[in-house]
């Protein structure tokens, strides 16, 4: 009989029955989070650090203690980039002319202010049921902040699956809608970025950086039950991800997978301190595939 990840995550842990602490500190590496990044999360949608993020499960709190240790005194190299800079909860304004912002889990910033990594957490949604549901008003022109990009042959292009988690896809097209924003010309999808994020305001040509987006997805040991929902969701993205690289203006930045695992491997020797690599292995990484301590 298989085991539920979802259940064993909660061992050893002070959680309600559903898999929740009294707060979100019980969450996080030695409990505590540094006043600038409680206020990324808190100007986020959600009101995340009093609701999601006190789930044992919570993906937003995987990524703030995977990535939280990054600054300048302890970059993390990648891909030949150095990275000192972490950002939680990025608002991005997507194509479409409305209030509603993308909101990006993780964006690092490199030491010469050229290069982002943008970064969208996964844990154990894709084992949850959510349908592909975009506006209508996505497929107006008119609405339309960047122009260069098919975004209707974009959208048209989400494969017809019978996957749980639909609504994944939704998801990676409106973060691409907020990174893509970033280039426009008039700079009005920039200006609202940088009145969101301070941070960004330092980087002195923002349209112009290079970008990358990359969804970073838990993958389960399978002798745990999510390990087939993890991966449904990873041959969906698969072809959806085939099938845009034909997208028009689509070719400066396209969605790119990577497990944990994969991060883990990469990082693990770098993170600082080795207090917290034993938490990320304890807490985290033991229960992933293809992993070791």
Same mark, same amino acid.
């Given at each position: ?133 975009? &506006? @209508?008003? *996505?497929? %107006?022109?008119? $609405? ?5 990009? =098919?975004? +209707?042959?974009? !959208? /048209? ?69 999510? &390990? @087939?929902? *993890?991966? %449904?969701?990873? $041959? ?5 991800? =085939?099938? +845009?690289?034909? !997208? /028009? ?45």
């Amino acid at each position: 009989m298989m085991e539920k990840l979802k259940k064993r995550l909660q061992d050893g842990h002070a959680v309600d029955e559903k898999g929740y602490f009294e707060s979100y500190r019980g969450n996080i590496f030695r409990g505590r989070m540094s006043i600038e990044f409680q206020d990324m999360f808190n100007a986020g949608s959600g009101d995340e650090l009093r609701t999601k993020a006190e789930a044992v499960h919570s993906s937003s709190m995987l990524s703030y203690n995977f990535f939280h240790w990054i600054d300048v005194k302890h970059p993390f190299m990648w891909k030949g980039v150095k990275y000192t800079k972490v950002l939680f909860e990025v608002k991005m304004k997507t194509i479409q002319k409305s209030n509603a912002p993308a909101n990006m889990d993780v964006v690092l910033i490199s030491k010469d202010k050229k290069h982002l990594l943008f970064i969208e957490s996964k844990f154990l949604e894709y084992t949850v049921k959510e349908a592909f549901s975009l &506006s @209508k008003g *996505y497929e %107006d022109e008119n $609405r339309w902040y960047n122009h260069a990009v =098919d975004w +209707i042959m974009l !959208v /048209k292009s989400v494969p017809k699956e019978d996957c749980k988690y639909m609504g994944g896809i939704k998801q990676l097209i409106t973060h691409l809608f907020g990174i893509y924003g970033l280039m426009c010309k008039d700079g009005e999808t920039i200006d609202y970025a940088t009145k969101h994020c301070k941070a960004l305001k330092d980087i002195t040509d923002l349209a112009a950086a290079k970008k990358e987006f990359v969804t970073v997805v838990f993958n389960p040991q399978e002798r745990y039950d999510e &390990s @087939k929902d *993890y991966k %449904d969701y990873e $041959r969906l993205f698969g072809k959806f991800r =085939d099938v +845009i690289k034909d !997208v /028009k203006g689509l070719e400066r930045v396209q969605p790119q997978w990577l497990t944990y695992s994969d991060m883990w491997k990469e990082m693990k020797e770098q993170i600082k301190p080795k207090e917290l690599r034993a938490f990320l292995w304890e807490r985290y990484m033991r229960f992933a595939e293809g992993t070791e301590e």
